[in-house]
Every structure is written in structure tokens, then in C-alpha cells.
């Protein structure tokens, strides 16, 4: 590995050449040229704008509005094109340019790492142009916290030569990895928080199979609306509910700290236990009197159905480094806070990892690169 960083370094001249005439080819033979690195974030907030504000009518939050939710989507598909592009050529890399790797003693570690430079400048030229649109439509101006970006921006670049290194020496092996990365970095978008809020994931609850088991509830009646009582008999914890929604979980004892009038406890005992009062009227005492509750003057009856124990999808976000990394990049640039640390020391880790396992794994096989291709 430390191999590896130090041809990089020496070789830096070559990747800086390399760097430039990727650049250069992005947009070879288009009448703006270069300017298109410019001009595409602005396209970007527009058809975000447009698409998820206006047309689908999609919300960061409550009160978010449409320039806010379009900043937001835009860091993270700044950040997210910069790192799938850079995985989708570097995996094919060393198969694109075995001219080079054949022919002549070329350093052929230079290249997932010349892919990433190149796709990080791109992406540092839209930063600017998406922190202009957060000073114009937000007020944010920049902040102290603005001095971690360059940490955040090596860290996604060891982040991608580790997997650049991985995966282009992996698709020597087995040619189907270039195809299947395509599918994964679709997946893996979606699976990250970049048109969506986290909290939608982390609140999606999914069935576990053969777990159903039976459930008490309660359910609004359809009759006429009755006064606010509840049994002083029903000790075990019941599940209530208003008009809207259910409530968590109460106990008598939680019932009784409502404010005052809005439960009256009946006391069973009253005329024999046989009937009590509903609405003023004398009414025959139903079987299993804590079956019925009124609330806020609805009447509401304990029914059962089956349930299946669940699991949060929240463990996928705890599992996603890419997640972490956008987080810290729309804290920094959108709100001018400096990031949660525990992401940073996380994707720190993680990334160190990858650069090993990777590394080590090109340069194991670097030497059979010119008999695979």
C-alpha cells in the first residue's frame, strides 16, 4: 500500500498530465467547452426545482421550501456524481488502456487515482456555484466550518481509489464486474439519502417473516358521538386513540393526568354493575366493559388483528458510508455547521480500510496485468 502512495507521489507530474486532458476531453469539440463544468449545477438546481419541488412537490421538511430542497438534493448529487463516475471508469480502467500496461514500463497505479482527481475537480467547481445558491436563496453566508471541506474532500478521495484499486484489479478476473457495477451504483444512490430525507428510512418499518401474532387495538365507532369516559375498572394498559391517529401507549394512571373534563371515570359498581351512563341515556352494560373507551367525546371498541414484528431500515444508513459523507458536506455548506465527528471518524476508518485492502489487492496482481489483458 505504502508502496503504491509513494509512486503515486512520484509520478504526480504524470497524473497531473493526465488530469488536464481528461478535463479537456470532457467537452472536446463543444462550442463552451470548460464552461459546461460551470453551467451544469445551475441545470441541475433548475431540474431539481422544477422536478422534485414543483411537479412532485417533494419536502425536506414541513417548512422547507422549494429552493431549499433543491440546495439540498444538489450537495448530494455533486458529491454522489463525482464518486459513482469515478467507480464506473476506474473499474474498466486498466481494460481501457491496455495499450499502455502492454507496451512499454508504465505506472498502471496511476490511473484509478488520475480518474478520481479528475472527477473531484469537476465536482469543486460545482461546490462554489451551489454555495453562491445557498447564500442567495437560504442567507447562509460561509462559516469557520467551511475549513474541514478540504479534509472531507481528501477523505472521499481516498474513499474512491481504495474501490477504484479494488474493483479495477476484480474486473480483470471477471469482466462481468464493469456491467455489475453499474447496477450496484444505481442501487447504492438510491439507497442513499439524496432525493429523500434519512428520516423516511430510518422510520420505514419492514415485516419479519413468520413472526405475525395477534394485536389488541382500538377503533373509532361509527355511532353517535359519546361523552369522554373510560371504565375505572381497566387497570391493564390500554391503547387509545383520538380522531386522528393513536396515541402512544397510556395506562389508567397516564388517562388520569389528562386536563381536567376531558376523561370522566365511571365506576362499574353503580346500579348493580348492570348498566351505566352513556350520553345521558341508560344503556345495558356491554360483556367486558374495558372493551369500549370514549375519548374526546368519540367512543372508541377494542378490536384485534395480526401483526408481524418489524425492523427498521435505519441499520442500512448506519452501513453507508457515502450517507455519512453527504451528511457532513450538506452541514457544512448548506446549514455552516461543522459536522458530526462521529461520521467523519467513521468514514476515516472505513476509508483507511478500503486504500489497504485495495491497494494491497492491486499490487498483488500488478505484476500478471499485462497476461490477464
Request: hydrophobic share 50%; proline share 6%; with cysteine.
Amino acid at each position: 500500500m505504502f508502496r503504491l502512495l509513494r509512486n503515486l507521489w512520484a509520478h504526480r507530474q504524470l497524473v497531473r498530465g493526465f488530469v488536464v486532458r481528461d478535463l479537456k476531453a470532457r467537452y472536446v469539440g463543444s462550442s463552451m467547452g470548460f464552461f459546461w463544468s460551470v453551467i451544469v449545477p445551475f441545470l441541475y438546481l433548475f431540474i431539481f426545482m422544477v422536478v422534485f419541488s414543483l411537479i412532485l412537490r417533494s419536502r425536506w421538511s414541513d417548512d422547507a421550501k422549494p429552493q431549499d430542497t433543491a440546495l439540498i438534493m444538489l450537495v448530494g448529487i455533486l458529491v454522489w456524481q463525482a464518486f459513482s463516475e469515478t467507480l464506473s471508469r476506474a473499474t474498466n480502467c486498466l481494460v481501457e488502456n491496455a495499450n499502455l500496461i502492454q507496451k512499454v514500463v508504465f505506472p498502471s497505479e496511476i490511473l484509478p487515482a488520475f480518474l478520481t482527481v479528475s472527477s473531484l475537480v469537476n465536482m469543486m467547481i460545482g461546490l462554489p456555484i451551489t454555495i453562491l445558491g445557498v447564500f442567495i436563496f437560504l442567507g447562509q453566508a460561509p462559516s469557520a466550518s467551511y475549513a474541514i471541506l478540504p479534509v472531507l474532500v481528501l477523505l472521499q478521495a481516498g474513499f474512491t481509489i481504495g474501490l477504484g484499486y479494488l474493483l479495477a484489479t476484480l474486473n480483470l478476473f471477471l469482466r462481468d464486474t464493469f456491467h455489475l457495477i453499474g447496477v450496484l451504483t444505481m442501487v447504492w444512490m438510491f439507497g442513499t439519502p439524496i432525493f429523500y430525507p434519512a428520516h423516511l428510512v430510518q422510520s420505514a418499518p419492514i415485516p419479519i417473516p413468520f413472526t405475525e401474532h395477534e394485536v389488541e387495538y382500538f377503533d373509532r365507532n361509527d355511532g353517535p358521538e359519546l361523552r369522554t369516559r373510560i371504565p375505572a375498572n381497566a387497570e391493564a394498559t390500554l391503547r387509545v386513540a383520538n380522531a386522528d391517529e393513536l396515541n402512544p401507549t397510556w395506562t389508567r394512571d397516564g388517562l388520569e393526568q389528562l386536563p381536567e373534563g376531558q376523561v370522566e371515570f365511571f365506576d362499574p359498581t353503580a346500579n348493580g354493575g348492570e348498566n351505566f351512563m352513556v350520553a345521558d341515556k341508560q344503556v345495558e352494560r356491554p360483556d367486558g366493559l374495558d372493551a369500549y373507551v370514549a375519548l374526546n367525546g368519540v367512543a372508541w371498541t377494542r378490536k384485534t388483528k395480526l401483526e408481524s414484528d418489524t425492523f427498521s431500515l435505519g441499520i442500512l444508513l448506519d452501513l453507508n458510508p457515502m450517507y455519512w459523507l453527504i451528511e457532513c458536506y450538506r452541514e457544512v455548506i448548506l446549514y455552516g455547521r461543522w459536522p458530526d465527528l462521529t461520521f467523519i471518524f467513521k468514514f476515516a476508518g472505513v476509508t483507511l480500510l478500503i486504500l489497504v485492502v485495495g491497494g494491497r489487492f492491486f499490487a498483488k496482481h500488478q505484476h500478471r496485468f499485462p497476461d490477464l489483458l
